[in-house]
């Protein structure tokens, strides 16, 4: 493979490391779907396979590789990917589902978030807080557990078994309470009751002391693209408050459905 020319004088002010792992990225990203091992690398970038070796594992615990066997090769990871999702997604769901996010916190007075649904995992694209003293940290743009959150759940039902299958053997189903749902036969009897009653719950099943209900939110044919979901204290929410703050939120995500010009599946005429 050819080696890159040096840079010219009026690029001397570049810090070389973060140039050399662009280059890495753009590298692999035209090199298809096989990826580079660490020795291209280091051919194309003219430098030591040490040096490519710390760039790439680098950019690996950054999400912006993923190493893949034999080899190992390196291809593009999900950080890249999800940002490049993102970019379009959600644009154009959240300016759409800001004010439908808004009346859900201001009526429940929990905090409302929408996620997107990235190869079936949730990852929440805005946030408004509901007017309750407690605030939760709850940053954006990061993938989420499918197995363990309602809005994840709220996914997951909505997707082909086969789907589910794939994506519940490369997560895993981690413990994270003693709530959590770390059995498939089980998580797979939750799907059927979230599509059954129409929103999903996670009943301190992330977190102790956490309470979530989550709805799924369809494009024009009918396909899970997201979901929505409130989050509050577990000790504020009484047995009657769960259907009340499931109808809530599975009719807010069935009007930025309409928004979108989605359907949910069974709707369609």
Do not use: W
């Amino acid at each position: 493979m050819p080696k890159l020319a040096s840079p010219p004088e009026t690029e001397r002010y570049q810090v070389q490391s973060v140039a050399r792992a662009l280059s890495i990225l753009n590298m692999i990203a035209d090199s298809g779907p096989r990826g580079l091992n660490v020795t291209e690398m280091a051919d194309v970038l003219g430098v030591a396979k040490s040096t490519a070796l710390a760039l790439a594992r680098t950019l690996t615990s950054a999400g912006y590789l993923r190493a893949v066997d034999p080899g190992p090769r390196y291809v593009l990871g999900l950080t890249l990917l999800r940002l490049g999702d993102l970019v379009g997604q959600q644009t154009s769901i959240a300016e759409v589902g800001l004010p439908v996010l808004r009346d859900l916190a201001s009526t429940t007075g929990m905090t409302a978030r929408l996620a997107i649904s990235q190869n079936g995992y949730p990852v929440f694209v805005e946030r408004i807080d509901g007017s309750g003293s407690i605030r939760f940290h709850a940053p954006l743009g990061q993938r989420e557990q499918p197995h363990a959150t309602a809005a994840g759940k709220a996914i997951l039902a909505h997707l082909p078994s086969e789907e589910v299958s794939a994506i519940l053997a490369e997560s895993g189903l981690t413990r994270y309470t003693a709530n959590t749902v770390t059995d498939p036969d089980e998580l797979r009897a939750e799907l059927a009751r979230v599509r059954s009653v129409g929103f999903a719950v996670d009943d301190e099943e992330e977190a102790e002391g956490v309470f979530c209900a989550g709805a799924p939110v369809f494009d024009h044919q009918g396909n899970v693209v997201g979901a929505l979901s409130v989050t509050g204290l577990k000790v504020d929410v009484s047995l009657h408050d769960v259907q009340r703050l499931g109808t809530l939120v599975h009719d807010a995500a069935g009007r930025l459905t309409s928004l979108l010009r989605g359907v949910e599946p069974g709707s369609r005429r």
